[in-house]
């Protein structure tokens, strides 16, 4: 027995020291997790406002927001193929005014325009090497009617390929073929379709108008191979520049789409994305109600002083103080959108990226004390009014311009009445960029002093 208890007596006093240390090491442990609790709070407080909603979420938030009213794709049809046949009737008779005997492109958006073909549409990757060129002849009747013949110069083995794209048309395509070891360019000018330049009495060279996309080995080609090519003429360039009711309803959907997406957007974003997230966040809305994505520039504070961005933005992070400026185009049922819009958060998605932030701040009555507003609010209460300024200067400026936007005035008027609010308000100098410009299957003229062109 006495052994027995002094064998357990010399238990008890091991096992002491040992509840001895493992109370300390619980304290220890304890004091490891709060500090640790305490350094994630002051991060979570001042260093990002990390989201606390998933980018999925804050996606659903703006694709939802956007598809509550989409009423404004519902006047939005296909161009019809009359349209597209019209188009070339309407380059016929600018090519008789400019004296010309044919207008000569390649796949692009001009293409697209006249014949319903893309760039993508023929050679998704790059130009072709191998020249495929669309012709627009005028033929006048002996009425005196202008009608427009319309005939491709293609490889041989592509003539199948051409004849499946479906370019509108009333008859069968006329198509010159040439082999891989000719000259392309010489089959073209001995061909059916200028036979009437091989007769004595008309020597000269046939004088085609080249579309600006056209690459310059082609038109060297064609100069070589005897025509003579000039530039766009004003004649021609008109036909583009005046869109018919079906190409104004659908820039009015793309670009009305553009900026509601935008809108939608906004009230969903919370501090703490990136420029790269905001920028996926809407591709992705503008994606779901069927757009095709042209561009996207979002650039956060002082990245917006470059109006194009570049590789070294992306990665910088909004705070509830942040401009966010947004360049975003988008593309649907061919034409294009182009809008540029600057803003703040919105107010109630402030405190959305950190739930603590509301409740660690001293109530507005607390004499002595900040208010709702914390230190940083107060150091950058200049700076935000001051980019509250400039965006409501800029919100005039572009007033001023829409009451200037009227027909018979020109571009360079509308651009000339919104310089002039920005440089009363002394910012003349810093207005390095230009008003606009036009907005179609692609985006021309520039809309800046030079450009005296009527609007209509």
């Given amino acids: 027995m006495i052994g027995k208890s002094l064998v357990q007596g010399v238990r008890a006093r091991v096992r ?14 304890l004091i490891i997790a709060l500090n640790v609790l305490f350094a994630w709070l002051l991060l979570t407080l001042f260093s990002g406002y990390k989201p606390s909603l998933a980018l999925h979420d804050i996606r659903k938030c703006a694709i939802d927001n956007l598809r509550d009213d ?34 000569i492109l390649e796949p692009g958006y001009t293409s697209q325009y006249y014949g319903n073909i893309s760039q993508t549409d023929w050679e998704p990757w790059e130009p072709e090497e191998r020249p495929f060129l669309m012709l627009v002849l005028p033929e006048v009747s002996e009425s005196g009617d202008v009608l427009a013949k319309t005939a491709f110069l293609a490889p041989h083995f592509e003539e199948g390929r051409v004849r499946m794209l479906g370019i509108p048309s ?47 080995f082609i038109s060297r080609g064609l100069a070589n191979a005897g025509f003579e090519t000039v530039g ?57 109600i069927g757009f095709d994505m042209f561009f996207n520039i979002v650039l956060f504070e002082e990245n917006g002083a470059l109006p194009h961005g570049g590789f070294i933005v992306g990665t910088k992070k909004a705070t509830e103080d942040t401009m966010i400026v947004i360049d975003v185009g988008a593309h649907y049922l061919g034409y294009s959108s182009d809008i540029c819009r600057s803003f703040f958060i919105d107010p109630a998605q402030r405190d959305v990226a950190n739930p603590f932030l509301g409740w660690l701040r001293l109530p507005d009555s ?41 027909p018979n005035n ?18 003349g100098e810093r207005f390095t960029h230009r008003l606009g410009h036009g907005i179609g299957i692609k985006g021309t003229p520039y809309s800046i002093e030079p450009v005296l062109t009527q609007l209509t």
């Fill in 232 to 288: 766009l003429t004003p004649e021609v360039e008109l036909v583009r520049q005046i869109k018919s009711p079906a190409e104004v309803e659908i820039l009015r959907a793309v670009n009305t789409g553009t900026v509601a997406a935008v809108r939608a957007m906004r009230p969903c974003l919370v501090a703490g994305l990136t420029e790269n997230e905001v920028r996926d966040i809407l591709d992705e809305v503008l994606i779901s």
């Fill in 366 to 406: 607390t004499p002595g004390r900040l208010s709702s507003r914390n230190a940083r609010d107060v150091a950058h209460l200049g700076l935000r009014e001051e980019k509250l300024k400039v965006w409501g200067v800029v919100l005039e400026a572009q007033s001023a311009a829409a009451v200037a936007l009227k």
């Fill in 70 to 103: 989409l009423s404004f794709l519902d006047a939005a049809k296909p161009i019809r193929t009359d349209e597209f046949l019209e188009r070339r009737e309407r380059l016929a008779r600018a090519l008789v005014a400019s004296n010309a005997d044919a207008f």
């Fill in 170 to 216: 009333r008859e069968e395509l006329d198509i010159v073929t040439w082999e891989e070891h000719w000259d392309p360019y010489t089959t073209l000018r001995r061909s059916h379709i200028f036979a009437n330049f091989h007769s004595p009495e008309k020597r000269r060279p046939p004088k085609l108008v080249v579309d600006e996309e056209m690459r310059d």
């Fill in 16 to 29: 002491e020291p040992r509840r001895r240390l493992g109370r300390v090491g619980r304290f220890y442990r």
């Fill in 410 to 427: 020109t571009a360079a008027h509308v651009d000339l009445a919104a310089r002039s609010v920005i440089e009363e308000a002394g910012y």
